[in-house]
């Protein structure tokens, strides 16, 4: 079984502990990330978290999971199609 079909088997779910540990199963693949964002591709779309001092922990490609720790502010989903102006794309759309 390849790897994009060992992930899709898996739920998407997210665990944040005391705002500062966070771990996110059903990630397809890393697409940015620095100490203040990270944007995953997950099976249920992209998703960003923002905070503080953020750090990779964990990535287990197999499994499609990733860790994360520091000071968590926020995450939220991105939905391609939504409100989408004509010549805005998903990339400019994050760094305005």
């Known amino acids: 079984m390849d790897k994009q079909g060992t992930i899709s088997t898996y739920n998407h779910g997210i665990t944040l502990t005391e705002r500062k540990n966070l771990m996110i199963t059903g990630v397809k693949k890393i697409e940015n990330f620095d100490s203040e964002e990270f944007l995953l591709d997950t099976i249920m779309g ?15 490609t197999l499994q499609g999971t990733v860790a994360i720790k520091g000071q968590v502010n ?5 939905e391609e199609g939504k409100n989408k102006n004509k010549d ?3 990339f400019n759309r994050l760094f305005k």
């Open 46 to 60: 992209f998703l960003v978290v923002k905070g503080e001092g953020l750090e990779l922990i964990k990535l287990d």
């Open 74 to 78: 926020g995450f939220t989903y991105i």
């Open 88 to 90: 805005e794309g998903l």
